[in-house]
């Protein structure tokens, strides 16, 4: 099975195939990101398709410069809120963006995001 939560593997490495992958998502280390200011946890990723579940960690005033993306993208604002071209998304609200759509998307009082992705975001 290619999918997989980095760093539990060995916490999953006696399930079956069809076994549930239960995630003590406190014990993930937060990862920084190449954009200041924002880092992730990687719930659960695909590297044979692309699929990723994240937790992104925004600080205030953080920014994630302008993206692509290649697929359809979901968001669900859990903290703060995220602020783009088009609108903003606050905690509780969620948001889902088409396959070509372009943004930048900026956390003025920081946030706490759960991602989904079907394939990686292309930055420019």
Same mark, same amino acid.
């Given at each position: !099975?290619?999918?997989?939560? $980095?760093?539990?593997?060995?916490?999953?490495?006696?399930?079956?195939?069809?076994?549930?992958?239960? %995630?003590? %998502?406190?014990? @993930? $280390?937060?990862? $920084?990101?190449? +954009?200041?200011?924002? /880092?992730?946890?990687?719930? !659960?990723? /695909?590297?044979?398709?692309? @699929? *990723? #579940?994240?937790? #992104?960690?925004f600080a205030p005033g953080a920014e994630l410069p302008l993206h692509e993306?290649?697929?359809?993208? *979901?968001?669900?604002?859990?903290?703060?809120?995220? %602020?783009?071209?088009? &609108?903003? %998304?606050?905690?509780?609200?969620?948001?889902?963006?088409?396959? &070509?759509? #372009?943004? #930048?998307?900026?956390? $003025?009082?920081?946030? @706490?995001?759960?991602?989904? +992705? @079907?394939?990686?975001?292309?930055?420019?």
């Amino acid at each position: !099975m290619a999918a997989h939560t $980095p760093g539990h593997e060995a916490q999953h490495a006696n399930l079956s195939p069809k076994d549930s992958r239960y %995630v003590d %998502v406190a014990s @993930l $280390p937060w990862r $920084p990101t190449r +954009f200041a200011g924002i /880092d992730i946890k990687v719930l !659960m990723e /695909d590297p044979q398709t692309g @699929l *990723q #579940t994240t937790l #992104t960690r925004f600080a205030p005033g953080a920014e994630l410069p302008l993206h692509e993306h290649v697929d359809i993208e *979901q968001s669900w604002v859990i903290e703060g809120r995220l %602020v783009d071209e088009e &609108g903003e %998304v606050k905690a509780g609200d969620y948001v889902w963006r088409p396959k &070509g759509s #372009t943004h #930048t998307a900026r956390a $003025p009082e920081g946030a @706490l995001v759960l991602g989904i +992705f @079907l394939r990686p975001n292309r930055f420019f």
